[in-house]
């Protein structure tokens, strides 16, 4: 009984620990700026960041199929601008004030992540 206590216990923490972020940064290659709502957008402009609200409005993002484009000049949209590499990880450029897309994400939520599987697997 105390065994099965024990490998439970263990099965929950790696669970948790698998499910931790890793910063990978993979969750950000959707360009999640397409997605911010009116709320993101009169933060920004209370908070007077321009060089967000330049990105936003000037990226007029529109699904191609499974993707991302311009409407601009049709070229495909990588990634956010400001996901940013740091030494050994991905780390956000705007993480205090980043869009509540980007908020509300949670690690293993979707298969975009890594971790999904583990969530899956050990869930
Ligand atoms: S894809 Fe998952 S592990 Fe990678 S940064 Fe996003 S939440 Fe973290
Ligand atoms: S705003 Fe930050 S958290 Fe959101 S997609 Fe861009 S880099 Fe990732």
Request: charged fraction near 20%; hydrophobic fraction near 35%; aromatic fraction near 10%.
């Amino acid at each position: 009984m105390k065994k099965n206590a024990t490998r439970h216990f263990q099965a929950t923490m790696n669970a948790i620990t698998a499910t931790k972020c890793q910063r990978c940064g993979k969750c950000c290659l959707a360009n999640c700026l397409s997605f911010a709502t009116a709320e993101d957008l009169a933060r920004w402009r209370q908070q007077g960041r321009e060089d967000i609200l330049h990105i936003v409005e000037n990226c007029h993002a529109v699904w191609a199929g499974d993707h991302l484009i311009s409407s601009e000049d049709g070229h495909y949209l990588h990634g956010c601008p400001f996901l940013t590499w740091e030494e050994d990880h991905y780390s956000c450029a705007i993480y205090e004030t980043r869009p509540l897309v980007c908020r509300n994400y949670q690690p293993a939520s979707s298969l975009i992540c890594p971790l999904y599987l583990y969530r899956v697997r050990f869930a």
